[in-house]
């Protein structure tokens, strides 16, 4: 297995890790979560839009659109779960760009391991094929020449074989994570913020440990000031643009070098 990361001059890793949401974030989807009003009319309602509202639906009336919101319609979360895998494919296509799609590229053009950590209930592979759609179609900015050009760099300072450009990409996504916290009988789309801690508890874990094996790979060892260089420059940054879970986040997971970014009202700022 070859550990992907970003190289500084010296010629180490930087070991810079990154975990994303999806929707309002990476990309605006359009993709909406399927409400009712008091005729029992159903209203579509855009997950930006979601964001703000959420905490209302299904406990008081309030007007969106033109109309009386009373709670959720049957299956609301019907396009966010497997039933809509295929249309999610052809979506991602149309979708705008998002605040923290700029390090989302950077992420993918460096090779980086990354996450995503959205509360949409896809098959984990489903994510994974957007991704990969994202890549063969050099979508907005991300550059497969320049991905496989670094992962073939990764390969020749590890002497491992050379695979295809498309095996290659492949083998890179496979070490990315993936986590639609909704996928499955567990999780709920309206209140993912607990499973969002989980996965990225998981997803830090996981790049922790593959630090300990750069540091052995490279051997990398106390820098001339003393300090451990893995401890010094392991670094992870997690975007989302719902506030509240930012703010489970900020209360439940206390990491170290993990910087946490809102991308609520469209721009990416420290939280």
């Not at 759609?133 to 020749?156: A, T």
């Not at 916290?181 to 998981?202: I, Q, R, T, W």
Request: include cysteine.
């Amino acid at each position: 297995m070859i550990i992907v990361e970003n190289f500084e001059e010296n010629n180490t890793p930087d070991m810079k890790y990154y975990a994303f949401d999806w929707d309002d974030n990476i990309v605006y989807m359009p993709t909406e979560i399927i409400l009712i009003d008091n005729e029992g009319e159903e209203v579509g309602m855009s997950t930006h839009d979601f964001a703000k509202y959420r905490s209302k639906i299904g406990s008081s009336e309030f007007e969106y659109r033109g109309t009386t919101i009373v709670n959720y319609a049957n299956l609301p979360f019907r396009q966010f779960k497997t039933d809509g895998d295929n249309q999610f494919l052809e979506d991602v296509m149309i979708a705008k760009l998002g605040p923290a799609f700029d390090d989302f590229k950077e992420a993918i053009n460096n090779g980086s391991i990354f996450s995503i950590i959205t509360a949409r209930g896809h098959n984990p592979n489903t994510l994974r094929k957007a991704v990969k759609i994202y890549i063969e179609n050099n979508f907005n900015g991300i550059n497969k020449n320049r991905l496989v050009h670094n992962l073939k760099k990764y390969r020749d300072i590890s002497d491992e074989s050379l695979l295809s450009d498309d095996e290659m990409v492949d083998a890179y996504l496979i070490l990315c994570k993936f986590y639609p916290v909704s996928f499955g009988d567990a999780g709920s789309a309206a209140n993912p913020e607990d499973a969002k801690v989980d996965a990225l508890n998981e997803f830090y874990s996981y790049c922790k440990k593959l630090s300990n094996v750069i540091k052995k790979k490279y051997n990398i060892k106390k820098d001339i000031s003393g300090e451990n260089r893995l401890e010094k420059y392991f670094s992870m940054g997690f975007s989302d643009d719902d506030p509240k879970n930012l703010e489970t986040i900020k209360k439940r997971v206390k990491k170290d070098n993990l910087t946490i970014y809102s991308t609520n009202k469209g721009k990416k700022e420290l939280y």
